[in-house]
């Protein structure tokens, strides 16, 4: 098995930007947070596995309406895969190809996305840093997902200690990144 990541696409904000217009429209009903952008493609100038990361946050009491909502729009609920307060979903297509996940308001999983991606963001030394150890272990052959994850491990942990999150919730999502 192998991990495909390119160099960043200036595409992949066009392609979420539509995507969240149709996302908002699925949604028109359910009172929801926000719908972010996350994970490596949001992120100019990053190299990344060329799939997005999208988090539709709602309030708890709102979930059960999102859910239907997503359903009816055709997506596939997939349930938590193990993660508290998040709920996968498969969408209806692969154009973009994305991850989509229905997120519970201000839980540490939803922190944690938008605390990698803002610093990320606003430091491109660590942005640049971050994508050299991603396109590293992509040139591995036989890399799985599991070495992968790991293997970026400890430059997420210098972007987290950069990040507003306290000490904590740095320390929960190290125990998470590592089990």
Known sequence: MSIEVVPYSPGWAAQFEELDHC???????VDFVAIEHVGSTA???LAA???????IIVRRSATRDAIAALTAAGYTHRGDFGVTDREAFSAPDENPPRHVYLC?????HVRNHLAVRDVLRQNPSLRDRYAEVKLDLAREPDIDIGRYLAGKSRILQEVLAASDL??????KILELNTR
Not at 23 to 29: E, F, G, I, K
Not at 104 to 108: G, Q, Y
């Open 49 to 55: 596995k060329p799939i997005l990361d999208v988090d």
């Open 166 to 171: 306290t000490s904590d919730e740095k320390r």
């Open 104 to 108: 519970i308001e201000n839980t540490l």
């Open 23 to 29: 996302l908002r429209a699925a949604l028109r009903n």
């Open 43 to 45: 992120v100019p100038g």
